[in-house]
């Protein structure tokens, strides 16, 4: 998922998809604290991806201020 493809979608989409993505990151967090976690980079992209979509809605929020 990259900033042009977030971009393109409305607020509402995006706040879904963080909510996804913290679901996400949560069931990663759990994995690894049981052990089950084979692939640890998965934690970094959910929270990159999170991360993404919050400055993403947040240049929204300022283009509408404006």
Same mark, same amino acid.
């Given at each position: 998922?990259?900033?042009?493809?977030?971009? +393109?979608? !409305?607020?509402?989409?995006?706040?879904?998809? /963080?909510?996804? /993505?913290?679901? +996400? !990151?949560?069931? /990663?967090?759990? @994995? @690894?604290?049981?052990?089950?976690?084979?692939?640890?980079?998965?934690?970094?992209?959910?929270?990159? $991806?999170?991360?993404?979509?919050?400055?993403? /809605? $947040? +240049?929204?929020?300022?283009?509408?201020?404006?």
């Amino acid at each position: 998922m990259n900033a042009n493809e977030l971009r +393109e979608k !409305s607020a509402d989409q995006l706040r879904e998809e /963080l909510a996804n /993505l913290k679901k +996400e !990151s949560f069931n /990663l967090r759990f @994995q @690894q604290a049981t052990g089950q976690l084979e692939n640890t980079a998965g934690i970094k992209a959910a929270r990159r $991806n999170a991360a993404r979509v919050k400055t993403i /809605l $947040n +240049e929204k929020a300022a283009q509408a201020a404006e």
